[in-house]
């Protein structure tokens, strides 16, 4: 499993290397109890491997949410990403499985504590800031069921 996430990583990199400049992405609403987020969806593979890449800043209330296929342990990093971000790691119900803060501009690797479909990236301390944590529920229409195919 490790050696096969380094190289789906090591692949990823290749190809957000090409990226020079932020990508815009539509967005949706997801809401956290009271709180509302303007979360931009990434849903394939070039928009996850962008991400939030070369941003100077995002809006206090803006995130990304990374939607994935099929739940597995999903790992992420912050190669050319110039903000602090925190990731909570989510289910596909909504609810939050564990919360990584990550450093700008590093290859450390913030995995999943078990598989999910979705990261949603915020600020860092947003999460903690509103009382967040493994546990909690993120609301909105991107936490639906997988389509099998």
Known sequence: MAQSALAVLGLL???????TGPQK???TQLTAGMHL???????????RQIGLMHRPSMGAS???????ERP???CFWMRNTLIPLSAAFIDDSGTIVNIADMKPQS???HCSKKPVRFVLEMNKGWFDKRGLKAGSVIGGAVFKPAVTR
Request: aromatic share 6%; glycine share 6%.
């Open 25 to 27: 992405l539509p967005t």
């Open 13 to 19: 990199s290749l190809g957000a290397n090409a990226q």
């Open 72 to 74: 597995e342990v999903q």
């Open 37 to 47: 987020i303007r979360a931009e969806v990434a849903d394939d593979d070039l928009e």
């Open 62 to 68: 803006d995130g990304m949410v990374f939607v994935f």
């Open 107 to 109: 290859d450390d690797s």
